[in-house]
């Protein structure tokens, strides 16, 4: 089947705006992973969700940043007031379950902020 | 805290040549270790983790808890192995909560035909 999936592929916004990425996880699969990505950087773990509910947040940079996963499949990531420090690939991942199941992730998307 | 230092960002090796890429961790539980690749123009995939012990493609890697690491090796590298590699950590802390993934920076390997 498909993989997990991003949009967009790209997203140039400017500073002070508001964007939202989206993720499609891998039908079936019960945990949802965010991760942002600096340049230079390994991926960097921002929040997991198990089914609808955000398990862990404590990657969150600030209160700026925000996800939801209202029926347990996609999921939004919320950047407000967008800085140019945001700028960054968000890469997605999911896996069937939390504990010692692989995690597959997306394509990412790359947020540019001028 | 929980730390991944992948000390080569790059590693330049002609093909055939064995290859080591280096990783060494900090965590105070029971880790998980993994090698994830990325492949030019591809997305994140997982390469192996230390819990299944297999080799994927030649590559093995062995968690040596003395040392705290978790190399990455491969006898023979073949042109197909460049890619950029990261070796990840996820912790236990007695409560079954491994799952967010704590990652090296990478180490960009090329190999030279």
């Known amino acids: 089947g498909a993989g997990v999936s991003q949009t967009p592929s790209n997203k140039v916004t400017e500073k002070g705006k508001y964007v939202e990425l989206r993720c499609d996880p891998i039908s079936g699969h019960t945990a949802l992973y965010w991760y942002r990505q600096s340049l230079g950087q390994g991926p960097e773990f921002l929040i997991y969700?198990?089914?609808?509910?955000?398990?862990?947040d404590s990657g969150l940079p600030n209160d700026r940043f925000f996800a939801v996963r209202p029926e347990g499949s996609v999921s939004t990531l919320k950047i407000q007031r967008t800085e140019r420090g945001d700028s960054a690939v968000y890469l997605c991942a999911s896996s069937l379950g939390r504990s010692y199941n692989e995690q597959f992730f997306g394509p990412g998307t790359r947020l540019t902020v001028l | 805290a929980q730390r991944v230092t992948q000390p080569e960002k790059l590693l330049s090796v002609f093909k055939g040549a064995p290859v080591e890429l280096k990783c060494n961790y900090s965590y105070s539980g029971s880790p998980e270790l993994f090698w994830y690749v990325q492949y030019s123009r591809q997305r994140l995939q997982l390469l192996l983790r230390?819990?299944s012990r297999e080799s994927i493609k030649g590559f093995t890697a062995d968690l040596n808890k003395g040392e705290t690491s978790f190399h990455l090796k491969k006898p023979f590298a073949q042109e197909e192995d460049s890619a950029m590699y990261y070796c990840a950590l996820s912790g236990s802390l007695g409560g079954g909560s491994n799952y967010k993934l704590t990652f090296g920076k990478g180490t960009l390997l090329t190999v030279n035909p």
């Open positions: 969700f198990q089914g609808t509910g955000a398990a862990d």
């Open positions: 230390h819990i």
